[in-house]
């Protein structure tokens, strides 16, 4: 079956540095996202990807982060200047079309020190 | 906006007895109910999905429920196994596809 995959599974990064994390959603999706999850709560909707541009973001979504797809296969969620509450699982996730549960990756343990 | 909320952080069962997850939601005119698995390390894994045109939807060993007019959705498993243990996550589609997350309910099976 196929899976959506996320690299690194896990990232050590300095406060203040820039980090990349980096997704394959499944081939011939079309919608794309990103999710955060702090260690213990829940799920948070992060932002939706879909025709190369942002559809929607959340609040925590600010000027630090932004999304790309710079290419046929890879789905990136950059963020500039890391913080500490920063830390959390990153997963990815894909959906082919409307009406389709989402499926996602296992995510990226992202810690900063 | 919507919000998700699950009725018990935990919940206990025994093997071969029947497990019952409840989730309620804000938004009446909330439309896409989905239930997803989530294991130790693991990222969240799709169990059941339910349309608010439908009031119940069956798996294999899964049941959802879906009560409008109360605005409450809940997982059945039958017959649960040691390997049903994870935390389970309601989760009710948004307007632009996104999905809004309840706190998720952690299934401890005992042998």
């Known amino acids: 079956e196929p899976e959506v995959t996320q690299t690194p599974s896990h990232q050590v990064t300095q406060m203040g540095q820039e980090v990349i994390l980096r997704c394959v959603p499944i081939?011939?999706?079309?919608?794309f996202y990103w999710y955060r999850q702090i260690l213990g709560q829940k799920v948070e909707f992060l932002v939706s990807?879909?025709?190369?541009?942002?559809?929607?973001k959340s609040e925590i979504f600010d000027d630090q982060f932004s999304v790309e797809r710079p290419d046929g296969s890879n789905f990136t969620l950059k963020i500039r200047s890391t913080k500490l509450e920063d830390s959390a699982m990153y997963f990815c996730?894909?959906?082919?079309?409307?009406?389709?549960?989402?499926?996602f990756g296992d995510g990226t343990r992202l810690s900063i020190l | 906006g919507e919000s998700v909320g699950l009725h018990l952080p935990t919940l206990s069962v025994q093997e071969g007895d029947n497990s019952i997850i409840n989730c309620a939601y804000s938004?009446?005119?909330?439309?896409?109910f989905i239930w997803y698995k989530q294991e130790s390390g693991k990222g969240p894994q799709f169990i059941i999905d339910?349309?608010?045109?439908?009031d119940k939807r069956q798996g294999q060993r899964v049941t959802v429920l879906l009560n409008k007019t109360v605005k409450h959705l809940s997982l059945q498993i039958a017959a649960t196994q040691p390997g049903d243990s994870a935390v389970y996550f309601c989760?009710?589609?948004?307007?632009?596809?996104?999905?809004?997350f309840g706190k998720g309910t952690k299934l401890s099976v005992k042998p």
């Open positions: 996730a894909s959906i082919g079309r409307g009406n389709q549960p989402q499926h």
């Open positions: 081939s011939n999706h079309l919608y």
């Open positions: 990807f879909y025709n190369n541009e942002i559809s929607e």
């Open positions: 938004n009446s005119a909330s439309d896409y």
């Open positions: 339910i349309r608010s045109n439908m």
């Open positions: 989760a009710v589609g948004g307007s632009q596809g996104n999905l809004i």
